[in-house]
């Protein structure tokens, strides 16, 4: 084989594990006589990797990849993609239910049967054309396996296995393309694992991954270096409007400052606030308000740490639509966004009702049906919505028993705890939205959760992104990590990294030990 060249980055996330149906008894798909022609030059002189010596890659498309993302026929650019004839025979298999899955293995199928109808005229072994349905970034051709193959593997390797005569199909184009890199793209780690022991290229499908490195995933929050008002303050302009102080800021460290970001200085002149503008190197800041002061408490809660407190900044923010919160266990998350959405829906009337939703993705193995209405069934995925509630009941320590009483049945009649299977269609006006361990949902369910979201309504995502339970979905694919980072920057939105574990020292010691 010729030395690897570097892929292009490639589509998005959630893969399903196929259910696998091989064939036996097949012949080698590279007779003479019957062979799938593949263009072994380029077309022109100048082939569509816009060097002379090189055709574009082919990849081999396993159908994990197919189902976790629909559209990747459509994510190689200028190469070529192969599909061998199993992972047609596992998309058929998968086609029928209403999960995710299945919806995804119908689409990939609508997907080919459109690129048949608008190539009818073509032959399959030349290939088919994948910018025929529009879409221009997709430059290159679709194959299909027309001929049976002989799995050439070793005999270790069971030839009744799906896995294995994709493999068998990989090894085989190599040795009849020399000329052309043949690449097996599959979401199985053991899979590529294999291959890679045969001696085959093969890559995970990296389309999906916002970051490749999660340390680099922003936090929204930015420390000022220590020389920060030797730098800046020359012709800085200062004003008073509506109780908060504004800073018009010119300078370099201007240039490394997003939107909606908290700054913090911890000097002599010290500083909490938010970017309100940015232009060039000139950024206006506007003080945040302290909630960690009892005057300022949210339902009796006040900040007990800086990130908490930029948080509340976000949430109480009439002007912020989209608040995103990450953050180990005991960091506050669902116990901030509560204790603001009470105070919005029941004080200030701000939104008529507070709607909890997540992903009911099991840590153990799954206690089966759930009898009841919806919320009935949702109740045993809710612990943390109980547990905040009890919190923030206990408040007000002067309204007794019958007061906490009348207090805990008025929010849980404005509290409706939603299931994500019945989301689809729905439009949520003026409500406090709150999705819950956010960081189980791939991009495309966190995509159908947000635009539900109708005139006035208030969306927050929390999670923890070290925590993700969803089998395929890793810290950089995951829907949660997706938001943050297609989110920072706009007007609208923000996002705070909690840092610090306010739960109890237990939970603490243990977090950082265990």
């Not at 970017?275 to 949210?298: I, S």
């Not at 028993?401 to 008025?410: I, Q």
Request: proline share 5%.
């Amino acid at each position: 084989m010729s030395a690897p060249t570097p892929l292009v980055p490639k589509a998005s996330a959630k893969p399903a594990p196929a259910a696998r149906i091989a064939e036996a008894n097949v012949r080698p798909i590279g007779s003479d006589a019957k062979r799938a022609r593949l263009p072994a030059e380029p077309t022109s002189k100048k082939s569509r990797l816009g060097r002379d010596e090189r055709p574009a890659t082919l990849f081999v498309l396993d159908t994990n990849v197919l189902m976790h993302d629909p559209t990747s026929l459509f994510r190689f650019a200028e190469h070529d993609i192969y599909l061998p004839m199993i992972t047609l025979e596992e998309l058929d298999n998968h086609k029928r239910g209403a999960s995710e899955v299945s919806r995804n293995a119908r689409q990939v199928s609508r997907s080919l049967d459109a690129l048949l109808i608008a190539s009818a005229s073509e032959r399959l072994e030349d290939g088919l054309a994948l910018s025929a349905l529009g879409n221009r970034d997709a430059s290159g051709q679709l194959f299909f396996q027309t001929q049976a193959s002989a799995v050439m593997l070793p005999s270790s390797l069971p030839v009744d296995k799906a896995d294995n005569q994709i493999l068998g199909v990989v090894r085989t184009l190599s040795e009849q393309h020399p000329e052309r890199e043949v690449v097996l793209v599959s979401k199985d780690i053991n899979m590529r694992i294999k291959a890679r022991a045969l001696g085959l290229r093969a890559e995970d499908y990296f389309n999906d991954q916002v970051l490749s490195d999660t340390d680099l995933l922003y936090s929204g929050v930015l420390e000022l270096p220590t020389d920060f008002w030797d730098r800046h303050a020359k012709g800085m302009e200062s004003w008073q409007q509506a109780g908060y102080t504004f800073y018009r800021i010119t300078g370099p460290a201007i240039a490394g400052m997003t939107l909606n970001q908290f700054v913090h200085f911890d000097g002599e002149m010290q500083l909490n606030a938010i970017v309100r503008e940015v232009t060039g190197r000139t950024a206006v800041l506007q003080t945040a308000r302290d909630y960690a002061h009892v005057k300022n408490a949210v339902w009796g809660i006040t900040a007990r740490n800086r990130e908490q407190n930029f948080a509340l900044n976000l949430l109480m923010n009439p002007e912020i639509d989209f608040v995103s919160l990450l953050g180990q266990a005991g960091t506050g998350k669902t116990l901030l966004a509560l204790a603001a959405g009470l105070v919005q829906v029941l004080e200030s009337k701000r939104y008529t009702e507070i709607i909890m939703t997540r992903a009911t993705v099991p840590v153990g193995e799954d206690i089966g049906y759930l009898p009841g209405t919806e919320e009935e069934k949702m109740q045993p995925w809710m612990g943390a919505l109980e547990d905040n509630l009890e919190m923030l009941n206990k408040t007000d320590p002067g309204s007794g028993e019958w007061g906490r009483t009348a207090t805990n049945d008025l929010i849980r009649s404005r509290v409706k705890v939603k299931a994500l299977s019945f989301m689809r269609g729905r439009t949520f006006i003026n409500k406090f939205l709150i999705i819950d361990e956010a960081q189980n949902l791939t991009p495309k369910q966190m995509k159908t959760l947000i635009t539900r979201a109708g005139p006035g309504t208030k969306v927050m995502c929390l999670g923890n992104i070290a925590q993700i339970d969803t089998p395929y979905l890793t810290e950089g694919s995951s829907g949660l990590s997706y938001v943050v980072e297609r989110f920072k920057g706009w007007a609208h939105a923000g996002h705070v990294t909690l840092q610090r574990g306010e739960r109890s020292r237990l939970a603490d010691f243990a977090g950082d030990a265990l």
